[in-house]
């Protein structure tokens, strides 16, 4: 796909005009804009600094970051900025105004006063919005939870918005107070929310020393990428149902599936972290892709998509055809077996079928439709019953 965006991804939120809905998040890769001037490229729509701090933190002591093999989570203990946030208003802003993409300035909401004075300093550059950063969990249980303080978030609000002349997203993390929080939010003025941060915090151990896998007193750290994207969704889902604003989803978005059912849980946009870190800014080029091949396939546009879904939240959606067998699309199973051990149940057997002797898994009646074995089929090969009877979107 050329790096002319097509028009069915365009959104809009909190009068900003994205070409599509995949925002960089804030984070590392966006201490400085290197990495969103080649994701840009790529189908990234806009991007969100590491949020900014007036004054530079002590060093962590290291390793700041942690991921298992295999990539299904990170763990951080992000601190301090690399370099001083005078950076970006006195040089970066332009370079990324320069690619007519918008850019979001995220600013760190722990002390109200001084995140006043960055709003301040940013007000007259061509930035886009801000994104306030309530909620890092591994900060939180070293300094004191904000995420959960309904009277910060309050004073946070009303001091940002009385001086800040672009929207203002509030960012929480997840916990069981975020809706109220959210709530609260939007009550005292807070333009959107995006939701989640990492969550947690989370926390790894070295077998071979015994100790945390983080340096960060204490070795906890937030938890983000594939292994949270359900808790983000569900978030996501909520929130929709509770606020008025709008929500910018976050947390394990990884291909263009996970991005389409944050779309249809209600988010106006998605925003990336874990899998452009470790997967580059061709992670964008790929998504985009698979974004609009299902925009023309289903004959639909991303904003119709937005919160599609929401008209299933309070329906009690059982389908009578899950009780029945999986079923396994005989010319794409290649008979390996994988699927045997996942049943408890020996309700699979591999059987020699058709010409030339062929293995196939075939499903007996004592399958509960458990789904372990969909999930462990390398083909794709076993599918639910609903979805063999076709199920389809319908916009
Ligand atoms: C190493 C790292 C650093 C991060 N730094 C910030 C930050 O400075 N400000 C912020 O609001 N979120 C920060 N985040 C959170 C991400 O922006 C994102 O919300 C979170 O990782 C969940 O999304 P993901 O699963 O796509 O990574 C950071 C995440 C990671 C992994």
Redesign the pocket.
């Known amino acids: 796909m050329s790096n002319q965006v097509p028009n069915q991804l365009a959104v809009s939120i909190t009068g900003v005009n994205f070409d599509s809905p995949l925002l960089l ?4 890769i966006t201490e400085t804009p290197e990495f969103f001037l080649r994701s840009a490229k790529r189908g990234c729509a806009a991007m ?1 600094t ?2 900014l701090k007036e004054n530079p933190r002590g060093e962590v002591t290291a390793p ?2 942690y991921v298992p093999n295999g990539a299904e989570y ?1 763990l ?1 203990a ?1 601190w301090g900025n690399e370099y001083p946030w005078t950076r970006w208003r006195d040089e970066w802003v332009e370079s990324v105004v320069q690619t007519g993409k918008p850019l979001i300035i ?1 600013l ?1 909401g722990r002390d109200i006063e001084s995140c006043v004075k960055l709003v301040q300093a940013f007000n007259h550059s061509e930035i886009a919005a801000y ?1 306030i ?1 309530v ?2 969990p591994h900060s939180s249980f070293l300094h004191g939870n904000n995420n959960v303080d309904f009277t910060h978030i309050k004073n946070l609000v009303i001091a940002v918005k009385k001086v800040a002349t672009k929207p203002v997203w509030i ?1 929480l993390g997840y916990s069981s107070f975020m809706v109220d929080m959210a709530i609260e939010a939007q009550n005292w003025g807070a333009d959107a929310i ?1 939701s ?3 969550i947690g915090p989370g926390l790894a151990i070295d077998i071979e020393t015994s100790r945390p896998a983080l340096g960060i007193k204490g070795g906890r750290g ?1 938890v ?3 292994g ?2 359900p808790i ?1 969704l569900e978030s996501v889902w909520t929130l929709c149902q509770k606020l008025s604003i709008p929500v910018i989803a ?5 291909d263009a599936e996970s991005v389409l059912q944050m779309l249809m849980a209600g988010a106006g946009a998605v ?5 452009p ?1 470790l997967h580059g800014p061709k992670v964008f080029g790929e998504i985009q892709t698979g974004l609009y091949e299902y925009c023309k396939g289903h004959e639909t546009t991303i904003t119709e998509l937005i919160g599609c879904s929401l008209r299933w939240a309070n329906d009690d959606h059982s389908f009578e055809a899950q009780q029945k067998p999986v079923v396994v699309v005989d010319e794409d199973c290649t008979g390996c077996g994988l699927c045997v051990p996942a049943c408890a149940f020996n309700a699979i057997k591999m059987k020699n079928l058709g010409a030339g002797n062929r293995s196939l898994a075939v499903v007996d009646d004592m399958c509960i439709t458990c789904n372990a074995c969909i999930g462990v089929c390398p083909q794709n090969c076993i599918v639910p019953t609903n979805q063999i009877i076709g199920e389809t979107h319908d916009p």
């Open positions: 998040a804030s984070g590392y969100v590491r949020s700041r970051y990170m951080n992000e995220s760190s994104e950063n909620s890092c960012k995006v989640t941060n990492s937030g983000s990428g594939k949270i994207f983000a976050s947390g394990g978005a990884s925003q990336l972290y874990t899998e870190a």
